[in-house]
T-cell receptor, first 111, second 112 residues
Framework: GQNIDQPTEMTATEGAIVQINCTYQTSGFNGLFWYQQHAGEAPTFLSYNVLDGLEEKGRFSSFLSRSKGYSYLLLKELQMKDSASYLCAVIGAGNNRKLIWGLGTSLAVNP | KAGVTQTPRYLIKTRGQQVTLSCSPISGHRSVSWYQQTPGQGLQFLFEYFSETQRNKGNFPGRFSGRQFSNSRSEMNVSTLELGDSALYLC???????????FGPGTRLTVL
């Protein structure tokens, strides 16, 4: 089967660093996305990884290891506005190219 | 460019009724995907349309259907509504194949 696992909830302090992990088992692999979703709003795109390694974009970085079926999203210098749900999604390969979504990690940033 | 738009934003229906939701993708985007989101289930994939053809389908009953028009606008229909259909329905568009998806604001459907 196809499965994506993320922690359900995480808590961190303003100004700190937090790492949100995502592990996946899918039929083929054609890339991994991270999205941010604030309560009551639509998901917004954060990052896309298709090759192994770290992609840095401002305060946010995303890492991928295809051999381990593993990714993480790293958020630095946390701000209160970073309180949101973070969704990991994987694109399968071949005919099965639809996105497979994790349930999301709800991050609470406390002052 | 204007973003993805969805209408209506909020909808209240009663059991047994049917509903049609509309999605206008970003100009130039040919792929439109539909998702159902509930607190316990996360994002559940309904179907994807590309150039007026259904390209992928999720595991939802036949009461859920959709279509895409030649201008890439898409509609989804839910017939014989059930209480469990209450959810946020999200539409996402992308330029084509396996690309980044951009989401609309969603339609919040409440079934009474």
């Amino acid at each position: 089967g196809q499965n994506i696992d993320q922690p359900t909830e995480m808590t961190a302090t303003e100004g700190a660093i937090v790492q949100i992990n995502c592990t996946y088992q899918t039929s083929g692999f054609n890339g991994l996305f991270w999205y941010q979703q604030h309560a009551g709003e639509a998901p917004t795109f954060l990052s896309y990884n298709v090759l192994d390694g770290l992609e840095e974009k401002g305060r946010f970085s995303s890492f991928l290891s295809r051999s381990k079926g593993y990714s993480y999203l790293l958020l630095k210098e946390l701000q209160m506005k970073d309180s949101a749900s973070y969704l990991c999604a994987v694109i399968g390969a071949g005919n099965n190219r639809k996105l497979i979504w994790g349930l999301g990690t709800s991050l609470a940033v406390n002052p | 460019k204007a973003g993805v738009t969805q209408t209506p934003r909020y909808l209240i229906k009663t059991r047994g009724q049917q509903v049609t939701l509309s999605c206008s993708p970003i100009s130039g985007h040919r792929s439109v995907s539909w998702y159902q989101q509930t607190p316990g289930q996360g994002l559940q994939f309904l179907f994807e349309y590309f150039s007026e053809t259904q390209r992928n389908k999720g595991n939802f009953p036949g009461r859920f259907s959709g279509r895409q028009f030649s201008n890439s606008r898409s509609e989804m229909n839910v017939s014989t509504l059930e209480l469990g259909d209450s959810a946020l329905y999200l539409c996402a568009s992308s330029p084509g194949d396996a690309d980044t998806q951009y989401f609309g604001p969603g339609t919040r459907l409440t079934v009474l």
